[in-house]
Nanobody, 127 residues
Framework: QVQVAESGGGLVQVGDSLRLSCAAS????????LAWFRQAPGKEREFVAA????????YGADSVKYRFTVSRDRGKNTGYLHMNTLNPEDTAVYYC????????????????????WGQGTQVTVAS
């Protein structure tokens, strides 16, 4: 079993930066693919970014692609989401997820690819 935990959320101002952290632990010796999703009130869960075990990355909507960066510690199941120039539309609960397999890039956008999920961390951007 794998446990996933996010940290680093909080209340920030427009234009601020924030870094979220994700740690996946448990009965695995593999480096797992990690992903970030977010869910705003009244909206569906949205794919933000993902990083493969190899370090390859993929990003979601253009609204985040040029402001957010996903990274990980090499060889470890710890990952990060660096968020810059935050705006109120980024307000959401951010979730980290891990997959047990080696998904192809196109499948990393889908929540169903990931078996393990954290509880989420709230990010609120005040205008």
């Amino acid at each position: 079993q794998v446990q996933v935990a996010e940290s680093g959320g909080g209340l920030v101002q427009v234009g601020d930066s924030l870094r979220l952290s994700c740690a996946a632990s448990g009965t695995t010796s593999r480096t797992l693919p990690l992903a970030w999703f977010r869910q705003a009130p009244g909206k569906e869960r949205e794919f933000v970014a993902a990083i493969k075990s190899s370090g390859g990355t993929t990003y979601g909507a253009d609204s985040v692609k040029y402001r957010f960066t996903v990274s990980r510690d090499r060889g470890k199941n710890t990952g990060y989401l660096h968020m810059n120039t935050l705006n109120p539309e980024d307000t959401a609960v951010y979730y980290c997820a891990a997959a047990s397999g080696s998904p192809v890039t196109s499948s990393m956008w889908f929540a169903s690819t990931y078996e393990y999920w954290g509880q989420g961390t709230q990010v609120t951007v005040a205008s």
